[in-house]
Antibody, heavy 125, light 106 residues
Framework: QVQLQPSGPGLVRPSQALSLTCAIS??????????WNWIRQSPSRGLEWLGR?????????DYAPSLKSRITINPDTSKNQFSLHLNSVTPDDTAVYYC???????????????WGQGTTVTVSS | DIQMTQSPSSLSASVGDKVTVTCRAS??????LAWFQQKPGEAPKSLVY???TLQSGAPSRFSGGGSGTDFTLTITNLQPEDSATYYC?????????FGQGTKLEI
């Protein structure tokens, strides 16, 4: 059974960087049939896809254009996890952050089938 | 970005009823549409992908349909545990985008 466990600070100061990690159990971050996403949810923005990373002979990352200058999503194969790094945060980045597995690859597409528990991040001084 | 618009924003129904939630995309997304169920305090849960494919483990009373720009999620024989907010999501083009949600009260 695949499980995702996010971790990271719950409070970040404005203009600082937000960093979260998502530990994977039951699957591999290097899987050729999965992509690893970050999605956030807030009352003002609803559900918002931030980006993803995946391995297909080499590593790829895709990001929401609105965040492209501030966001990095990286895999960590030694710890079987992936991370989210968001620079220059503002109170508008306050949200519940989810890490999500997307089943996709040469064998087909299976949707965003595994979600980690949400982790609340508040941006405030 | 592709805009996803759901209707209604909320609805109330009774146990045993059949309800349909509609999702409209601002442009043709073929069949690249997913549905999720979210209960308060929980992460969303996948119900349907590829517009009409039921996710493994999802109850068979849920069904999806449509293609192009207009899609539906139908729930038959409503159960008390179906009380939740339902979201559609397109994944044909970045950024993936979600509808604003439909809150179902049983």
């Amino acid at each position: 059974q695949v499980q995702l466990q996010p971790s990271g600070p719950g409070l970040v100061r404005p203009s600082q960087a937000l960093s979260l990690t998502c530990a994977i159990s039951g699957d591999s971050v290097s899987s050729d049939s999965a992509a690893w996403n970050w999605i956030r949810q807030s009352p003002s923005r609803g559900l918002e896809w931030l980006g993803r990373t995946f391995y297909r002979s080499k590593w790829f990352s895709d990001y929401a254009p609105s965040l492209k200058s501030r966001i990095t999503i990286n895999p960590d194969t030694s710890k079987n996890q992936f991370s989210l790094h968001l620079n220059s945060v503002t109170p508008d980045d306050t949200a519940v952050y989810y890490c999500v597995r997307e089943g996709t690859g040469s064998k087909g597409y299976y949707g965003m089938d595994v979600w980690g528990q949400g982790t609340t991040v508040t941006v405030s001084s | 970005d592709i805009q996803m618009t759901q209707s209604p924003s909320s609805l109330s129904a009774s146990v045993g009823d059949k309800v349909t939630v509609t999702c409209r995309a601002s442009q043709d997304i073929s069949h690249y549409l997913a549905w999720f169920q979210q209960k308060p305090g929980e992460a969303p849960k996948s119900l349907v992908y590829a517009a009409s494919t039921l996710q493994s483990g999802a109850p068979s009373r849920f069904s999806g349909g449509g293609s192009g720009t207009d899609f539906t999620l139908t729930i038959t024989n409503l159960q008390p545990e179906d009380s939740a907010t339902y979201y559609c999501q397109q994944y044909t083009r970045y950024p993936y985008t979600f509808g604003q949600g439909t809150k179902l009260e049983i």
